[in-house]
T-cell receptor, first 112, second 113 residues
Framework: DADVTQTPRNRITKTGKRIMLECSQTKGHDRMYWYRQDPGLGLQLIYYSFDVKDINKGEISDGYSVSRQAQAKFSLSLESAIPNQTALYFCATSGGAGYGYTFGSGTRLTVV | EDKVVQSPLSLVVHEGDTVTLNCSYE??????LLWYKQEKKAPTFLFML????IEKKSGRLSSILDKKELFSILNITATQTGDSAVYLC?????????????FGQGTRLTINP
């Protein structure tokens, strides 16, 4: 099993719909992150969490919300999806400062 | 605002060539610089650099950091078609911000047979 699992792998949804992307990890890390990737823009941070009670906005949090249901689970919601949220979304975990990230396989989201 | 800039954005070479990818950064309270390779989906970790002038090496890949000039390079020698990927550079800073990485745009490397 993968260390960081994202579901779904691919999703097409209509404008205005609410959608949730889920992430679970088996690495035992406290730190979890959601990034989005658009062509030519690298990865941009949406939200990050240091533990269950700690949630922080990233660079591009508008239009998104998150929930840290447990140490191992961190979900990302689009309350009312719009076409410019079409992107590749990555969840990642980290063992702390000085450690690299472990990424999930990504969710390709298309909003039509 | 922390910033990471990679160059070139795209590079096409022939198998066997040597390539150098560049990453420059502006960050408050620098902690480390990381390189990732992204082929189809998830980025995979290559190197973490924290000290200037110390080369990290893994097979045909190597990387070095210059904290005075605020840049890093990633070298790939004797390139192979399997090296084709997007290479991402990211920087972490100290303090609470150390827990999040700022990424560059990536360099798309294509190796032709």
């Amino acid at each position: 099993d993968a260390d960081v699992t994202q579901t779904p792998r691919n999703r097409i949804t209509k404008t205005g719909k609410r959608i949730m992307l889920e992430c679970s990890q088996t690495k035992g890390h406290d730190r979890m992150y959601w990034y989005r990737q658009d062509p030519g823009l690298g990865l941009q941070l949406i939200y990050y969490s240091f533990d269950v009670k700690d949630i922080n906005k990233g660079e591009i949090s508008d239009g998104y919300s998150v929930s840290r249901q447990a140490q191992a689970k961190f979900s990302l919601s689009l309350e009312s999806a719009i076409p410019n949220q079409t992107a590749l979304y990555f969840c990642a975990t980290s063992g702390g400062a000085g450690y690299g990230y472990t990424f999930g396989s990504g969710t390709r989201l298309t909003v039509v | 605002e922390d910033k990471v800039v990679q160059s070139p954005l795209s590079l096409v070479v022939h198998e066997g060539d040597t390539v150098t990818l560049n990453c420059s950064y502006e960050v408050t309270n620098f902690r480390s610089l990381l390189w990732y390779k992204q082929e189809k989906k998830a980025p995979t970790f290559l190197f973490m650099l924290t000290s200037s002038g110390i080369e990290k090496k893994s097979g045909r890949l190597s990387s070095i950091l210059d904290k005075k000039e605020l840049f890093s390079i990633l070298n790939i020698t004797a390139t192979q078609t399997g090296d084709s990927a997007v290479y991402l550079c990211a920087v972490a800073s100290r303090g609470k911000g150390a827990q999040k990485l700022v990424f560059g745009q990536g360099t798309r490397l294509t190796i032709n047979p």
